[in-house]
């Protein structure tokens, strides 16, 4: 979101509804009576780029969205949910997670909130825990933070390898996670693997090489953490170049540690996201706010690390695009709650609970480059969750209170 006004980059909005009732099929199912029904569709309802609709109805047919508009209008259908005079929200879209892992570090997060500083290595010790686990071990981890997301109303996650640093633990990291979502990103280049400690130059020859041409088969994205302790921008260039020549497309752990070249970098190649953003200068939010790649924040990771907050209004301010994920992962951001991350960056980030919602939503999807998903309008993809609210800024105004209760994820409903 952009001070109130649509991200620059923002995927176009879609026409809006068509308001006849011949155009839905009696099998659908019309959730009626919803307070307020966001669509991020300023087309739509009280023109924000949120596109409020108050006292709203919508319409699911199968796996989509068929019709939105006003209760009062709503198309009769053979199925029939009450909201009761509860809010309804796309389902929020969670572009950057690590979730193919082993082990816990609790010992590491009691030692930092005991006055240790957080630093990259910490990674070294999910490897190992990782490597030792079996492929079930691993998909019964994904899968129980999976069902974990969703109960919270996550519909669509992004989730990455980067825990195996060996050609085959990467490999089988990335079919684990391709059998349950598509957004899948190669991450070899977490750190430097453990077992060439002394020659990080033959791991980047490993990761742009065997390992790449392992990993791409089941990968989406190329991910890389630019980094002091990980990867130079140098070797990033390198590893995100080889990945693009393998049809994969980049994404960057960009500038969360210290400034550095990450973001600069994410923009030249014409990254979908730069990831972290929280050590930016002039120039750095200047090309973001001039490229295509999304500036996606995590604020769970600042949470967990007591760490420096990103400024998102200076991002915002700048008209550059804004993604809020969880960076769920076993180190510095154990938490897959979308809803705790928007209040968050609402208390600690400066947006507000419009900004927030949007940028857990359709800005994620942004910065997965899809535009069936983060909004609810005819054709959008059936994502979507049912508040125990009247509005979504009960989110931010009731932090850590369960308020998902209901969530439909491709037309199919599930208890919050």
């Not at 929280?278 to 949470?303: C, I, K, Q, R």
Request: proline fraction near 5%; hydrophobic fraction near 40%.
């Amino acid at each position: 979101m952009n001070s109130g006004n649509e991200p620059t980059n923002r995927p176009p909005a879609t026409a809006g509804p068509d308001t006849t009732n011949s155009a839905v099929a009696a099998t659908a199912t019309v959730i009626t009576n919803i307070a307020s029904l966001v669509t991020n569709d300023p087309s739509l309802g009280d023109g924000s780029p949120l596109g409020l609709i108050q006292d709203a109805a919508l319409v699911i047919d199968g796996d989509r969205v068929v019709w939105v508009g006003e209760s009062s209008k709503a198309p009769a259908t053979d199925n029939r949910v009450d909201a009761a005079g509860r809010a309804v929200i796309p389902g929020f879209v969670d572009s950057h997670s690590h979730l193919v892992f082993a082990g816990d570090r609790t010992a590491e997060f009691n030692a930092r909130m005991s006055g240790q500083a957080y630093k990259a290595g910490g990674i070294r010790t999910t490897v190992a825990a990782t490597r030792a686990a079996t492929d079930a071990q691993l998909e019964a981890n994904l899968t129980r933070y999976l069902a974990e997301a969703l109960r919270q109303g996550t519909t669509t996650f992004e989730t990455k390898s980067g825990y195996g640093l060996t050609v085959e633990d990467e490999a089988r990291a990335l079919r684990i996670a391709a059998r349950h979502t598509d957004e899948v990103t190669y991450l070899g280049a977490h750190i430097v693997s453990p077992d060439y400690a002394d020659d990080p130059a033959a791991y980047v020859e490993l990761v742009t090489g065997e390992m790449l041409d392992a990993c791409a088969p089941h990968a989406r994205w190329i991910d890389v953490f630019c980094e002091k302790g990980a990867f130079d921008g140098d070797q990033a260039r390198a590893i995100l170049t080889a990945g693009k020549a393998r049809g994969l497309h980049p994404r960057v752990h960009a500038n969360q540690l210290s400034y550095g070249p990450g973001v600069q970098l994410a923009v030249e190649l014409d990254a979908a996201s730069a990831d972290h953003c929280t050590h930016l200068t002039d120039a750095d939010v200047d090309a973001l706010a001039n490229g295509s790649t999304v500036a996606t924040l995590l604020p769970g990771a600042e949470f967990s690390t007591r760490a420096e907050w990103p400024d998102a209004r200076r991002l915002l301010d700048a008209g550059v695009t804004v993604a809020l994920s969880t960076d769920c992962n076993p180190g510095s951001s154990f938490t897959s709650s979308m809803p705790f991350c928007i209040a968050l960056a609402v208390r600690d980030m400066r947006m507000t609970p419009d900004e927030a919602l949007w940028s857990a939503t359709a800005g994620g999807a942004a910065a997965l480059r899809r535009t069936d998903i983060g909004r609810l309008t005819p054709g959008a993809r059936a994502d979507l969750a049912l508040l125990d609210a009247p509005s979504h800024v009960h989110l931010a105004y009731r932090p850590g209170v369960p308020l998902v209760t209901d969530v439909w994820r491709a037309g199919v409903r599930s208890a919050g």
